[in-house]
């Protein structure tokens, strides 16, 4: 059982929007300002989409945007295209005493 | 452009000891700020963070693993490497390394699958 709660699938269609919920506490994403969000597409290695809760790395769409609030963290993938076809996982810092991160089981991104 | 490979058997059987190895290529594994991290994937899971290391040798390990996991890196060969002990089939992954600042990585390597099995 992952540390993080995702909902397992989404789904939309081309040119919609689609929003992907994680769910921690207090302790984790609650807590911090270091969400961050990984693409990843079939027997490939994850992809960082965004970190600390709603930035983007050099390089990555702004159709993805990510907020939080209160102990719940979201991915926003806004016009959707065939390519974002994907599993995505989320992540957050954990640690108090020592540095912990943990991610959530992963959500299934279908472009219908 | 920094890239990652991971290295080490595909194969370890249980109660032994997993090691492998992240070369780093394309730059120095002691410049810049980074932490080098070990990540891992079962099969139609989800990831789990291992553990990383600073290049001054400094480690933070996840606490359900802690127990069995030691990394270190080689500087001179641009190296850092992961030992987990008293494997399991419940070990069984795709064990990836990456780099990242903090708690998010933004380079990884492709990945190795490592099978527990007698």
């Known amino acids: 059982q992952s540390a993080l709660t995702q909902p397992p699938s989404a789904s939309g269609s081309p040119g919609q929007s689609v929003t992907i919920s994680c769910t921690g506490t207090?302790?984790?994403?609650?807590?911090?300002?270091?969400v961050s969000w990984y693409q990843q597409h079939p027997g490939k290695a994850p992809k960082l989409m965004i970190y600390e809760v709603s930035k983007r790395p050099s390089g990555v769409p702004d159709r993805f945007s990510g907020s939080k609030s209160g102990n719940t963290a979201s991915l926003t993938v806004s016009g959707l295209q065939a390519e974002d076809e994907a599993d995505y996982y989320c992540?957050?810092?954990?640690?108090?005493?020592?540095?912990?991160?943990?991610f959530g089981g992963g959500t299934k991104l279908t472009v219908l | 452009q920094v890239q990652l490979q991971e290295s080490g058997p595909g194969l370890v059987k249980p109660s032994q000891t997993l090691s492998l190895t992240c070369t780093v290529s394309?730059?120095?594994?002691?410049?810049?700020?980074?932490?080098w991290s070990w990540i891992r994937q079962p099969a139609g899971k989800g990831l789990e963070w291992i553990g990383r290391i600073y290049t001054s040798g400094s480690t933070n390990y996840n606490p359900s693993l802690k127990s069995r996991v030691t990394i270190s890196v080689d500087t001179s060969k641009n190296q850092f490497s992961l030992k987990l002990s008293s494997v399991t089939a419940a070990d069984t992954a795709v064990y990836y390394c990456?780099?990242?600042?903090?708690?998010?990585?933004?380079?990884w390597g492709q990945g190795t699958l490592v099978t527990v099995s007698s």
């Open positions: 992540s957050s810092y954990a640690g108090s005493n020592n540095f912990h991160v943990v």
């Open positions: 207090s302790s984790d994403v609650g807590g911090y300002n270091y």
């Open positions: 394309g730059g120095s594994i002691s410049s810049g700020s980074y932490y």
């Open positions: 990456a780099r990242g600042y903090s708690s998010s990585w933004y380079v």
